[in-house]
């Protein structure tokens, strides 16, 4: 496994490879994987002990990244752009998702969650990644979110490609969760 402080070039190189790694986010330590590697999906999953029905949220540096998982001719103007303006910053949005967009990463959901984070670990991630980067907290499902390197060594062991080891976002709890479309907020 890779550890560093400034892990991000590190954890790429595993998230290239297929591997799962752990990355603070601006409340708690999350689980990322490339979204389009269906067996390092599987892995998470796995991993987290939580149902593929569930489907994740992605997360990118730049709306340039999240972009390619958005149905725009299915996406109002006015809802694209109260999302842009909410962002780069802690605020997940639901679009309908792209025909090109694997349907593990969505589970049983019609729409995909997408977020273009503020936050210098994770926006470090994604760009030394290249793309858009998995996101889901760093737990066993139904088990508490991890808020540490420290706590995400407890849960997964050595099970993770690398964990980069950095400051959360100071929020208390994960970002809420809006539709794009009607604004309505899913997950407070």
Excluded at 81 to 92: K, L, M, N, V
Excluded at 116 to 144: D, I, K, Q, Y
Excluded at 146 to 166: E, H, N, P, Y
């Amino acid at each position: 496994m890779s550890e560093a402080p400034d892990g991000s070039i590190e954890a790429a190189a595993a998230l290239r490879a297929g591997g799962v790694v752990a990355y603070p986010t601006e409340a708690v330590y999350g689980l990322g994987c490339d979204p389009r590697n269906e067996v390092a999906f599987n892995r998470l999953f796995e991993l987290k002990q939580r149902p593929p029905t569930q489907g994740v949220l992605l997360i990118g540096a730049d709306f340039d990244q999240v972009a390619p998982y958005i149905d725009l001719a299915r996406t109002p103007a006015a809802a694209l752009a109260r999302a842009q303006a909410s962002w780069p910053g802690p605020h997940t949005w639901i679009f309908p998702r792209a025909a090109e967009v694997p349907a593990w990463i969505a589970g049983s959901h019609a729409g995909i969650a997408l977020r273009v984070t503020a936050h210098p670990p994770a926006a470090a991630l994604c760009r030394a990644f290249g793309g858009a980067v998995v996101s889901t907290s760093a737990n066993r499902h139904g088990e508490p979110p991890a808020r540490s390197a420290a706590a995400v060594r407890a849960a997964f062991g050595d099970a993770l490609a690398a964990i980069i080891d950095g400051p959360l976002g100071g929020l208390e709890r994960p970002t809420a969760i809006r539709d794009a479309i009607s604004g309505d907020v899913i997950r407070a």
